[in-house]
């Protein structure tokens, strides 16, 4: 794959927000976007907003504006204009030939069904490899697309969770980069969108920490450049599960914006002083950008908030 030109005026940190419009923004997303912008602002960097609307069985009408407006209220404002992955598919085929040009892609027809009855040596969730050598005939029709791992070792270093570590073919198996419902699997689009984008630092869930591995293989595999990644602690329902549109988390509740941001910036280790959730969102994010400090994150596990904004 070619590499993306240079984008004019690079500067040295490059953020994003990347929300995927299944719903609209809850608590967990808004947290996860507000230690992004303040990571960026803090270093002086850009910080963009990209749609990942890969998913069109996910993408819900409408959602995608009110993510940007939920953002804006609270005075998250981002840089170039945002971008939507779904009118990139023409870049995602690029990539995805890229790969094919070296051989690494095959196409597999196992169901999941199969895939959860066939008695196989490796760990549940690891794909066995049954369709690597099967060369079927390539139909797009029913047939998923995967990338071939081997034993390659990813390690890398995560800004707040340290040192991680993948064996591609022991740990995560042959991946799908190309789903048997005709859609671009999230770790290929996500790649690419990175580095054409120039994102340098990547601040998102810890529920991501799993697949990142997977992303510096794909950029390996497509030299393109490997971001510095920062993985903030999730956000948990009162049954322990993390916040998320699956588990009908409710849309983040804008209307006190200064009391929703004092809120987050509380779980985000950074209480605000007495008396400043008053202050216009401005104020409140210039004091938050001054002060931000990731590395508060460290030894934060996963959180429940017992409280609403709004029942405070
Ligand atoms: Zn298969």
Redesign the pocket.
């Given at each position: 794959m070619q590499h993306p030109a240079p984008l004019a005026n690079c500067p040295s940190y490059r953020g994003r927000f990347a929300p995927s419009p299944s719903g609209p923004l809850h608590l967990g997303s808004l947290f996860t976007a507000l230690a992004s912008f303040l990571d960026a602002r803090s270093q002086g960097g850009e910080w963009l907003v990209r749609i990942d609307d890969i998913d069109p069985y996910r993408t819900q009408p409408g959602a995608a504006d009110r993510i940007l407006s939920s953002l804006e209220s609270l005075g998250l404002t981002w840089d170039r204009s945002v971008v939507y992955q779904s009118q990139r598919l023409e870049r995602y085929r690029t990539g995805l030939d890229a790969l094919r040009d070296q051989g690494l892609i095959y196409a597999?027809?196992?169901s999941r069904r199969e895939?959860a009855e066939e008695r196989t040596d490796s760990p549940p969730g690891v794909?066995p490899g049954?369709?690597r050598h099967?060369q079927l005939a390539p139909q797009p029709e029913n047939q998923?697309l995967?990338l071939v791992t081997g034993d390659v070792v990813i390690q890398f270093e995560d800004r707040i969770q340290g040192p991680v570590k993948q064996v591609m073919d022991r740990e995560i198996g042959d991946f799908i980069v190309y789903r048997r419902d005709g859609a671009f699997a999230y770790h290929l689009a996500t790649v690419i969108d990175d580095a054409e984008q120039g994102v340098t630092d990547v601040v998102r869930g810890q529920d991501l920490l799993d697949s990142t591995p997977r992303q510096i293989y794909l950029q390996q595999r497509l030299k393109l450049p490997t971001p510095k990644y920062a993985h903030v602690p999730i956000l948990l329902n009162a049954e322990g599960q993390k916040l998320s549109k699956r588990t009908l988390a409710a849309e983040a509740e804008t209307r006190y914006p200064g009391r929703l941001l004092g809120y987050l910036l509380r779980l985000l280790q950074h209480p605000l002083p007495a008396g400043m959730e008053a202050a216009a969102t401005g104020e409140i994010l210039d004091w938050a950008i001054r002060h931000w400090q990731l590395a508060r994150l460290r030894h934060v596990g996963a959180m429940m908030p017992k409280t609403t904004p709004f029942s405070l």
């Open positions: 597999c027809d196992c895939l794909y049954f369709c099967k998923a995967r």
